[in-house]
C-alpha cells in the first residue's frame, strides 16, 4: 500500500457527460469501454447534485462545475478526501490563473497543451506532486 498521496484518475467532461480530457493512473478501468461507462456513471450521477463529494463504485469522487464543464478527482475508498479537494481545487485555481476567468469548454480545447501541462505538474502516475496553484504557475511559467 503507497504511503504517499494518490489518485486514480483525473477528469474533465463537458455539460452533456462527453470527454474533454482524461487521465488514468491505474488498471482500475483499463479498457477504453469501462472507462467510458464510468464517466457516463459518473456523470449521471453528479451532474444534477450539488455535492462536492460522491463515493462510487467503491471510489471517492470529489467534483466541481465550472461554466459548462464538470471536473473530476476520483480516489480510492480509502484516500483523504480533503487531499483530493486540494487537487481539484489546484485545478481549477491553475486553469483559472491563466485564462483569468472561470473555465469554459471553448478555451480548454484552444489551450488542451497547457491543460495537460497543468495536469502533468498537479499529478505524476497517479502522485500528488502539488496542491498550491501559485506553484504549479510558477513552474509553468519558467518553462
Not at 7 to 16: G, M, R, T, W, Y
Not at 87 to 109: F, M, N, Q, T
Amino acid at each position: 500500500e503507497p504511503s504517499l498521496y494518490t489518485v486514480k484518475a483525473l477528469l474533465i467532461l463537458d455539460s452533456l457527460g462527453q470527454r474533454l480530457l482524461a487521465k488514468y493512473y491505474d488498471g482500475t478501468f483499463p479498457t477504453a469501454k469501462e472507462q467510458a461507462a464510468f464517466e457516463r456513471s459518473i456523470f449521471s450521477k453528479t451532474h444534477r447534485a450539488g455535492g462536492e463529494i460522491a463515493c462510487l463504485e467503491g471510489l471517492t469522487v470529489v467534483y466541481r462545475s465550472s461554466v459548462d464543464l464538470f471536473f473530476y478527482v476520483v480516489g480510492g475508498c480509502q484516500e483523504n478526501e480533503l487531499m483530493l479537494s486540494a487537487v481539484l481545487a489546484c485545478l481549477l485555481d491553475a486553469l483559472g490563473h491563466l485564462l483569468r476567468k472561470e473555465v469554459e469548454k471553448r478555451w480548454l480545447l484552444d489551450n488542451m497543451e497547457g491543460t495537460f501541462l497543468v495536469v502533468d505538474e498537479i499529478v505524476d502516475r497517479g502522485v500528488i506532486l502539488e496542491s498550491d496553484p501559485q506553484q504549479v504557475i510558477q513552474r509553468l511559467s519558467l518553462r
